[in-house]
């Protein structure tokens, strides 16, 4: 960062932000993120410090596949029954976990005094944390675009079906459209083969350097695999119930990739003051 950058860091008060903070996102709904964001989180967690946000608004179920309890979420810290660090649940392998970030969406509406106030005490959490992922709601909805405009990468899932793949495209149009800053890379899951993840992420790619001149990077292909699924019913994360599994080899090869894929920091904000900032 450059010292001019540094020094309006310094008198905006926000805290040097240092996590890269990643988005995962879809079009369609159902076609895996919650379990994605989870495994993902946890195959990073090897060797980062990770915190992973549930910002769906409606059905954010981050806690049932991680089997975590959460009675508060950020609406408690706005209405004043809780702070910041009440909200903080932690997972497993020293991952922290704020299940529902959904309430973030309210700070947009506060008075500016608190709003200030809690995003400094929200950007704080980006000091001591390598990467921050960011479960979102399926859709193109304003919250869900706002959260990944905000994020320095954007993971967009789709399965290698039509109407999975035609809703892919549409958030990836939106995105684009609204200039999205940072990289914006494809996992395919629930493919038959890798080769079918391969075709799946190059059609979707077509698309998108043809009709919209933007760049979409491969992140990898998961499996249709029935052990996620019991994973599910058992309330385990898959890399943690079968961690020799393919599924869970996947998981860190996708973590590695994504780590590779070089993303230009957004350092003049801190992740939650942009997010706010695209919400209002
Ligand atoms: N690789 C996979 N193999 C088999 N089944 C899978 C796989 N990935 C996801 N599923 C199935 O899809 C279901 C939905 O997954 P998940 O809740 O992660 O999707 P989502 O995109 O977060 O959904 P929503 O849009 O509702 O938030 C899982 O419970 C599981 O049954
Ligand atoms: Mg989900």
């Not at 005094?113 to 390598?130: A, E, F």
């Not at 193109?140 to 079906?161: G, K, Q, R």
């Amino acid at each position: 960062m450059g010292n001019h950058a540094a020094n309006l860091q310094q008198v905006s008060g926000d805290p040097q932000p240092s996590a890269r903070v990643v988005a995962i996102t879809s079009g369609k709904g159902g076609v895996g993120k919650t379990n994605i964001a989870a495994n993902l989180a946890l195959s990073m967690a090897a060797t980062q410090r990770i915190l992973l946000l549930d910002a769906d608004m409606s059905l954010g179920n981050l806690d049932l596949i991680l089997n975590i309890r959460s009675k508060y979420n950020i609406s408690h810290v706005l209405n004043g029954y809780k702070r910041i660090e009440d909200i903080i649940q932690a997972g497993p392998r020293d991952m922290r976990v704020i299940c529902g970030a959904s309430g973030l969406h309210e700070l947009a509406d506060i008075n500016e005094y608190d709003q200030q106030r809690l995003i400094q005490h929200l950007s704080g959490l980006q000091n001591d944390t390598d990467v921050i992922l960011v479960d979102t709601a399926a859709g193109i909805a304003n919250p869900v675009v706002s959260f990944c405009l905000a994020a320095d990468h954007v993971l967009v899932v789709t399965t290698p079906e039509a109407s999975a793949m035609t809703d892919a495209y549409g958030m990836i149009k939106v995105l684009v459209r609204k200039g999205n800053p940072g990289p914006i890379s494809i996992v395919v899951n629930m493919a038959h083969s890798v080769a079918e993840g391969k075709r799946t992420y190059q059609r979707l790619a077509d698309v998108t350097g043809r009709f919209l001149q933007a760049k979409l990077y491969y992140a990898g292909t998961l499996l249709k695999d029935d052990r996620l699924c019991r994973a599910v019913r058992a309330r385990t994360p898959v890399v943690l119930a079968y961690p020799q599994s393919q599924i869970a080899s996947s998981f860190s090869a996708l973590a590695a990739r994504l780590g590779g894929i070089a993303c230009e920091r957004n350092n003049q904000n801190t992740f939650f003051r942009r997010v706010i900032r695209w919400l209002s």
